[in-house]
């Protein structure tokens, strides 16, 4: 089996639990790891025993395959010079700013036949993975993603943040054109929209109702799937899934027989088999679960609710919630 040479650019909070991994896999070699901070990139690649960089250039020549876990901002530069140096590529959620640089980094990934992995982890979650043998056919989904407020991934906007991730899954079983959106969000605690909801409709007639929020006092990822005859509940946090189907029976009260079936998965590591699939896919040459272009589909409808909710924002609002802020030295 060929061992596979990666490297992490970005070691931050999520890319150290990314060079974990690799370090830990069979046939791979985590040849070092990357960060703007001497000392964070020093620690990381001596918990794992790897080379240290501060330039991420210096590690290309050196792998097969990086993960590119850096500020959003920084995505589309970063994966670029890695494509020109022939570098298979995991990149972070959300894949980019504009969908000009999603274009463009698909474009140069095929050019050159490399992969391009875009990193939603919810597609590994296995309670996902799990629903997919019961889709028929969506009519009504509803998600909802709230979080405690984190000081991190707050250099975007709550819809790249969380809500890109039920974008993604919805996109991906929902097998028709989307019609129309509409949205309504709000800043609470950052300059971005902090609170977001959106109802997607598509041209087959079925209907996403999207739910984010990164200021909730709680922490909860749920997605419900109705479909004619069938139910489906997918909690992502506790990882499980249940579904419910009408037997044809009539119950003593009148209500139709259902059978349910509940199904857990307490000792699954999504990141794990993420970076698992994509060692397997730059091996094999195969294209990932979620390509560059399922990344785009996913940031373009994103985008699309950002664009509407700054249309519809009362500015002035903005104004104030960004002065208070200012004044409260929160920004």
Do not use: W
């Amino acid at each position: 089996m060929k061992i596979v040479k990666a490297g992490v650019i970005g070691v931050g909070y999520l890319g150290k639990f990314h060079a974990q991994k690799y370090a830990k896999m069979a046939g791979v070699e985590l040849v070092g790891v990357v960060d703007n901070d001497p000392e964070i990139a020093a620690k990381v690649a001596a918990d794992y025993g790897c080379a240290a960089f501060t330039d991420y250039r210096e590690l290309l020549p050196k792998v097969d395959a990086v993960s590119i876990v850096v500020p959003t901002s920084f995505h589309h530069q970063v994966a670029l010079d890695c494509i020109e140096a022939g570098v298979d590529i995991l990149l972070e959620k959300p894949m980019t700013t504009t969908l000009a640089e999603a274009d463009d980094l698909i474009q140069r990934a095929d050019a050159k036949k490399l992969i391009l992995q875009v990193g939603h982890l919810e597609r590994f979650n296995p309670a996902v993975l799990a629903m997919e043998k019961f889709l028929t056919v969506p009519v009504f989904i509803e998600s909802i993603r709230i979080s405690t407020f984190k000081n991190r991934g707050v250099d975007v906007d709550v819809v790249l943040d969380l809500m890109i991730h039920d974008i993604d899954i919805i996109l991906s079983i929902v097998h028709s054109p989307l019609k129309s959106i509409q949205t309504v969000g709000a800043p609470v605690v950052t300059a971005t929209t902090d609170i977001v909801n959106a109802r997607l409709v598509f041209e087959n007639g079925a209907t996403a109702n999207v739910t984010a929020s990164r200021i909730a006092l709680t922490n909860m990822r749920k997605m419900r799937i109705f479909q004619p005859g069938s139910y489906i509940n997918v909690d992502f946090a506790s990882r499980k899934v249940m579904t419910i189907h009408l037997t044809g029976d009539i119950q003593e009260n009148g209500a139709p027989g259902q059978d349910t079936q509940v199904t857990s998965f307490p000792e699954s590591d999504a990141l794990n088999d993420e970076i698992i699939h994509f060692v397997q896919c730059v091996r094999d040459r195969k294209e990932p679960l979620v390509s560059g272009r399922a990344g785009r589909r996913a940031l373009e409808v994103a985008l699309l609710v950002m664009e509407q909710i700054s249309q519809n924002k009362d500015l002035e609002v903005y104004q104030q919630v960004n002065a208070a802020l200012k004044m409260k030295k929160i920004l």
